[in-house]
């Protein structure tokens, strides 16, 4: 199997994985970390397959799968910052503009979060 298949299979697995995410469940978006943790070589793939998944959900998904991505930023760093950092700012701006006023809320106060750079993203 070649790495880009292999990379090809973790996206997979990452996204039925993210499709599963319903709402704000600690354990599972803690999972996910993980499982982007233990799969940094396939970061590129893996990122792709979150930016997509943030864009295509249903707004009431919105929140959760934005908070798989700081968890991932916050507690991976490198390399996922590189790669969601190209898009943040259309994945942030995209999401809140069809959100609701308290996942607006919500959404604001993650953000403050970020104004502090990301330990490992220097």
């Known amino acids: 199997m070649s790495a880009d298949q292999i990379s090809d299979e973790v996206a997979l697995d990452f996204q039925e994985s993210l499709q599963d995410l ?4 600690r354990y599972e978006i803690s999972n996910l970390t993980i499982i982007a943790k233990e799969n940094t070589e396939h970061a590129q793939a893996i990122a792709m397959v979150l930016e997509k ?8 998904r919105k929140l959760p799968a934005l908070y798989v991505l700081d968890s991932i930023v916050k ?3 490198t390399p996922y910052t590189v790669y969601l950092g190209r898009n943040l700012f259309s994945t942030f701006m ?7 006023s308290q996942t607006r ?7 403050k979060t970020w104004k502090e750079p990301v330990p490992g993203s220097m």
């Open 105 to 111: 809320k919500s959404m604001e106060a993650m953000l």
């Open 22 to 25: 319903q709402n704000n469940n």
């Open 75 to 77: 507690n991976v760093g």
């Open 53 to 60: 998944h943030i864009k295509t959900t249903a707004p009431g």
């Open 94 to 100: 995209d999401s809140y503009t069809l959100v609701d």
